[in-house]
C-alpha cells in the first residue's frame, strides 16, 4: 500500500485514488454489507504499486541516476518508520487486552512482517483471509505490505539486468514473461486452494508486472487513441472497478479469471485519466489528495483499532464503535505522517549512514520483544488468573479426536473415520457438519463404553442435504461429499445413522444475530436448491428430509438431531473479556425465544416427519436452555463453558447431548430429566 513518486511528474488522481481505495477497504475490513466486494481494491492498489514502481525506476534510468541501493534505501524511508511504529505500539497495547494464544500469533506474524513475509506467514495459517478469526489479528492487513515489498526487492534488479543485457531482452519482455507466468500459476493454484493463490507472490506478481507494462508503455498507449476519447476511456475504466465493487462477492473465484475485470478498469483509468475525466476530477479535490498523503498510515493503523477494539469490547462492535475507531486511527495517521513519515523521507535530515543506524536499532529490540512473545506463548503470567482460567478451559479443547488419537478431520467422506470400539462391528455412522464433528470425542467414547462401533463421515460447512448445493462451494465438493455420504449410509451392513448439523444457518444469507449484542462475523454460507425453485428455503429444508425419508424406507434407524442453540458470542472470548474487565455480570445466555425464532423452520420440518418406529430426535433445547427461566446458556451453573466458540458445543456441552443420543440409539428410557438436573 506504499507509494512514492519520487522524480515523476505528481499525478493529483493517482494520490486521491490511494485515498479513496484505503477509505474503502477500512469500510470493508467494517464489515459494511454494501462493501463486500470491495476485496478487490487491493488488485488496484497493487497495479498502482507497479505502475510507480516502474515510472520511478525508468525516470531514474533516463536521467542517469538509477541505482538499486538508492531505490531500496526510498522504499525504507518510505514504509519501515511507520510500520515500526505501529508494530512495537500495537504489540504493547495488545499486552493488555489479548488471551495469551492470540497474543502468541500476532508476535509470531510481526516476526514475519518483520522479514518481509507476512504473506507467507497467513498463506500457512489455519483460517483464511475472510475468517471471522482474521479480523482479530492485528496484522492480518500486513499481508499486503509483504508482497509489495518482495516485488520492490525483485523489480530493480530486473531492470539493473535488462540494461546489461539489453542486446537479449528488454524489460517489456521479461515483465510480459512474468505477467504470463505469474497469471497462469494463479490458474493453476486458485482451483486447488485459494488461500494459498490469495497470498503468495507467484500468483499475484501478474498484477504488479502489468501496472508496471503500463508505465513503460503509457505515452505509446495514449498514441493509439484518440486524446478526444481518453477522459471517456478513463471514466470507462472506473465504471468497470466500481461495477466488480458492487456485484462481486467474497465466493468468487479470486485471483482468478474474474480478477482481470477489475483489473482490466484500473489499468484504463491508470492509462487514459486526464484532468477532465469524472474520476480524476472528483479524486483532484483536497480532501481525498489529504487522505492519499496520509493513505499508507491510516492503512496501516485502521486494523489494528478494529482487532484491538473487537478484544476490548465484550459485544460485536457497532456501527457506531466503527465509526469512532475510524476517526481515532485517521487522527493518529496525521500525527505519524507528519512527525514519522516526512521526516524520515527527508535525506537531509536523516542521511543514509543515519537511516540505516536508526532502523537496525529499533528493528533488533523489536525482534526480540516478538520473538519473546512468541517463545513464551503469549506470556500467560501477564493475565489473572481468572482471565486465564476462563479462557482456557480444558474442555474447550480439541473435537474430531478419537481415543484412539486420531483426527477425524483428516478423513474425507469416501474413507469415512472409525470411531468406537475397534473389536466390533460399524454398524452405526455419525454425519453431518461441523455440529457433528464437535460430537465426535464423546460419541467415540459413548460408543466405546457401549461396545458400539461405527464411522464418522461429516465435512465443515456442509450440513447432509440431497438436492441442495452451497453457495460458494466451485468445485461442488459439499454436494459430492452427501452423494458419497448417502450412498455408503445405503449399504447393508450400516444399521443407524446420527445426523447433526447447524441447519438454520444454511437457510439464511444474512450473519446471525441474537440481538443481545452478539453478532456473527467472517464469510457467510448458505444452501440454494440444485433446481432453481421459487421458495429457496422450501426446497433447502426439502433436502434437509429427503435423505431422512429414505434412510427409514430402507429400514435404518435415524437419530436426528435438532439445531443447538447458537449463541452469536465466541464464548470463550465474551468470558475471557468479561472476567479481564471485570464484568458482574458472567450469565452467557441467549432468549430461548431467538434460539426457536431462529430454528423455527428446522424444528417444524423435523417435527412434520411424524412418528416412525425408526426415527429418534434428541432436542438440544431440552439440554441446554431452561424454559422457566427462558434463557439457552453457554455454561453449567458451576461456570464451566460448555461452547467452544459461538455455535460449536466443547467437548463437556458434547457429553450432555450425546448422553441423549445414546440413550436414543440404545431405545432407553430418556435420560433427559436426569441431564438437565445434572447440568
Excluded at 484518440?226 to 465466493?251: E, K, N, Q, W, Y
Aim: hydrophobic share 45%; proline share 4%.
Amino acid at each position: 500500500m506504499a507509494g512514492n513518486t519520487a522524480g515523476v511528474k505528481f499525478r493529483p488522481e493517482i494520490e486521491g485514488l490511494r485515498g479513496l481505495l484505503v477509505l474503502v477497504v477500512i469500510f470493508f475490513h467494517a464489515g459494511v454489507p454494501a462493501f463486500e466486494g470491495v476485496y478487490f481494491t487491493v488488485d488496484i492498489f497493487f497495479i498502482v504499486s507497479g505502475y510507480l514502481m516502474a515510472l520511478i525506476i525508468q525516470t531514474d534510468i533516463d536521467a542517469g541516476r538509477f541505482s538499486i541501493i538508492g531505490f531500496y534505501e526510498r522504499r525504507a524511508r518510505r514504509i519501515f518508520p511507520a510500520l515500526y511504529v505501529v508494530l512495537f505500539s500495537s504489540l504493547l497495547c495488545a499486552y493488555y487486552l489479548m488471551p495469551a494464544p492470540e497474543y502468541e500469533k500476532m508476535g509470531e506474524s510481526a516476526l514475519w512482517v518483520l522479514g518481509l513475509v507476512g504473506n507467507i506467514y497467513f498463506s500457512l495459517s489455519s483460517y483464511g483471509y475472510f475468517d471471522a478469526d482474521m479480523g482479530l489479528q492485528p496484522f492480518m492487513h500486513l499481508w499486503t505490505l509483504g508482497l509489495e515489498q518482495q516485488y520492490y526487492l525483485l523489480i530493480p534488479i530486473c531492470f539493473a539486468l535488462c540494461l546489461g543485457l539489453r542486446r537479449w531482452f528488454s524489460i517489456n519482455a521479461l515483465l510480459l514473461a512474468m505477467t504470463v507466468l505469474s497469471f497462469g500459476c494463479a490458474l493453476f493454484i486458485v482451483y486447488k486452494n485459494m488461500q494459498t493463490a490469495f497470498y503468495l507472490p507467484v500468483s499475484r506478481f501478474w498484477e504488479f508486472s502489468l501496472g508496471s507494462l503500463l508505465a513503460l508503455n503509457e505515452a505509446k498507449l495514449r498514441s493509439w487513441v484518440p486524446a478526444r476519447f481518453h477522459a471517456r476511456l478513463a471514466d470507462a475504466g472506473a465504471a468497470t472497478v466500481t461495477l466488480i465493487l458492487c456485484t462481486a462477492t467474497v465466493h468468487w473465484v479470486h485471483p482468478g479469471p474474474a480478477t482481470l475485470i477489475p483489473v482490466f478498469g484500473g489499468l484504463v483509468f491508470l492509462g487514459f485519466a486526464t484532468p477532465q475525466s469524472l474520476l480524476a476530477r472528483m479524486l483532484s479535490l483536497r480532501v481525498f489528495q489529504q487522505l492519499g498523503a496520509i493513505s499508507f498510515s491510516l492503512y496501516l493503523w485502521h486494523q489494528v483499532f478494529f482487532a484491538l477494539g473487537r478484544w476490548y469490547s465484550i459485544d460485536s462492535l457497532t456501527g457506531l464503535d466503527y465509526f469512532s475507531l475510524t476517526v481515532a486511527a485517521l487522527l493518529l495517521s496525521v500525527v505519524s505522517y507528519n512527525l514519522v513519515e516526512v521526516p524520515f523521507r527527508n535525506r537531509a535530515k536523516f542521511k543514509p549512514a543515519v537511516l540505516w543506524s536508526v532502523l537496525i536499532m529499533v528493528t533488533i529490540p523489536l525482534y526480540f520483544t516478538a520473538k519473546y512473545i512468541d517463545r513464551k506463548h503469549g506470556i500467560e503470567e501477564r493475565l489473572p488468573v481468572a482471565a486465564l482460567e476462563a479462557y482456557r478451559d480444558k474442555n474447550s479443547g480439541s473435537i474430531a479426536l478419537t481415543a484412539d488419537n486420531v483426527a477425524c478431520y483428516t478423513f474425507s467422506g469416501d474413507t469415512p473415520c472409525p470411531i468406537g470400539s475397534p473389536e466390533m462391528p460399524r454398524r452405526w455412522m455419525l454425519v453431518g457438519d461441523s455440529h457433528a464433528a464437535a460430537l465426535t470425542t464423546s460419541l467415540d467414547r459413548a460408543f466405546r463404553d457401549n461396545d458400539l462401533a461405527g464411522y464418522a463421515a461429516f465435512k465443515n460447512a456442509c450440513a447432509f442435504a440431497i438436492g441442495s448445493r452451497l453457495v460458494g462451494d466451485r468445485k461442488r465438493e459439499c454436494e459430492r461429499h452427501n452423494a458419497v455420504v448417502m450412498e455408503r449410509l445405503l449399504q447393508d451392513d450400516v444399521e443407524g445413522v446420527i445426523l447433526a448439523g447447524r441447519y438454520p444457518y444454511f437457510l439464511d444469507d444474512e450473519s446471525y444475530n441474537n440481538y443481545e449484542g452478539g453478532v456473527e462475523e467472517g464469510i457467510q454460507l448458505w444452501f440454494e436448491p440444485v433446481s432453481p425453485r421459487a421458495d429457496r428455503q422450501a426446497a433447502v429444508i426439502e433436502s434437509f428430509l429427503a435423505p431422512v425419508r429414505e434412510l427409514l424406507s430402507r429400514g435404518k434407524r435415524v437419530v436426528l438431531v435438532y439445531p443447538v442453540p447458537e449463541m452469536g458470542w465466541h464464548v470463550p472470548h465474551y468470558l475471557f473479556k468479561s472476567v479481564l474487565r471485570r464484568s458482574e455480570s458472567l450469565d452467557i445466555s441467549i432468549s430461548l425465544e431467538r434460539y426457536l425464532e431462529r430454528s423455527d423452520a428446522v424444528r417444524l420440518a423435523f417435527d412434520g416427519l411424524g412418528e416412525h418406529p425408526g426415527l429418534a430426535r434428541v432436542r438440544p433445547a431440552q439440554v441446554l436452555c431452561d424454559s422457566d427461566r427462558g434463557r439457552c446458556s453457554a455454561q453449567r451453573k458451576d461456570g464451566r463453558l460448555l461452547y467452544l466458540d459461538d455455535d460449536h458445543v466443547n467437548n463437556l456441552g458434547a457429553e450432555l447431548l450425546v448422553s441423549e443420543i445414546m440413550a436414543r440409539a440404545l431405545e432407553e428410557a430418556s435420560l433427559t430429566d436426569r441431564i438437565v438436573t445434572r447440568f
